[in-house]
């Protein structure tokens, strides 16, 4: 079996058989062709790599000045790779997993402050149905806290305007309950009663549209977000993970715990929504610093 039916079938694998997001096969993807082209230039096929193989690799790596971010996800995504090639008895041992991963600085997620934020919202200019869905855009990250692909895929018949509650399928097709607060199921409803599809009739079940009437792209989603910001003068602009995190952030000043507030994102473990209290004490130590006569 050739480096090519190796990749595919732990691709397959991963989204047939362990149900992967589709961001995620694309980066698996993507990581093992970079490494099968270092293969290929070095003539190794990839079961013959060992430890040193994978110094080397990552030495090369490095030479290209790859982050340490980068590498820890490549590194992880060849673990994974080679994790598979053990279940199908290809490999005696996997070297990757001897491999360090390298260290990563924690760098605290970008917010801003609630009154920016719900000032941005409320100044998207709302006159034309393209404004209305770009606010709506805005008011799906922020206020349900949705990652940009859960946003893309989200359709009409997953939001209940009578409970307030949406139904989101997040990484590897895990379902949450995302609740809406009045002012984002009053935007919501009032998109669908008066303004989705309304230059175009469409079949599309998702909620948001491009101007075609088609469902809409992650691309255009950010670029979305990016044009309502620089209409604004915010630059740099915000992003839709920005979005993600103020929701997150403000949840936790707001008092929410933090338990509640891993299952209204989705995360998978508590250490991930953990960052979270680390950014509410740097605000508030900038506030005493900014406030307090002794700051």
């Known amino acids: 079996m050739n480096n090519y039916s190796l990749i595919q079938s732990f691709l397959d694998y991963c989204q047939l058989k362990k149900q992967y997001a589709r961001y995620t096969l694309e980066n698996y993807e993507r990581d093992l062709v970079r490494l099968n082209a270092y293969a290929l230039s070095c003539k190794l096929d990839l079961l013959s790599f060992d430890k040193l193989a994978c110094r080397d690799f990552i030495a090369v790596e490095y030479d290209f000045q790859q982050s340490n971010k980068t590498l820890c996800r ?133 909620l948001i549209l491009s101007n075609k009437g088609l469902p809409i792209t992650v691309r255009s989603i950010q670029r979305i977000v990016k044009k309502c910001s620089l209409e604004q003068g915010i630059d740099p602009p915000l992003t839709p993970h920005v979005l993600r995190h103020c929701y997150a952030s403000d949840l936790y000043k707001g008092g929410a715990d933090i338990s509640i507030i891993k299952e209204l994102l989705g995360h998978e473990h508590v250490s991930t929504t953990e960052i979270y209290t680390h950014v509410a004490m740097d605000e508030l130590k900038e506030t005493i610093t900014l406030a307090h006569p002794h700051g």
Request: with cysteine; proline share 4%.
């Open 74 to 206: 490549r590194i992880s995504a060849y673990r994974t790779c080679w994790d598979f090639f053990q279940i199908q008895n290809l490999v005696a041992k996997n070297p990757w997993r001897q491999i360090r991963l390298p260290k990563v600085t924690q760098v605290l997620p970008k917010i801003i402050p609630t009154k920016k934020m719900i000032s941005f919202l409320d100044n998207i200019s709302v006159s034309t149905p393209l404004g209305f869905r770009n606010r709506v855009v805005c008011e799906c990250l922020y206020g349900l806290g949705l990652r940009v692909s859960e946003l893309v895929s989200l359709e009409l018949s997953q939001i209940n305007f009578m409970t307030g509650e949406c139904r989101v399928i997040g990484k590897r097709d895990k379902e949450r309950i995302a609740i809406m607060g009045d002012i984002t199921i009053g935007i919501l409803k009032r998109y669908v009663d008066d303004f989705r599809g309304a230059s175009n009739k469409t079949d599309s079940k998702t």
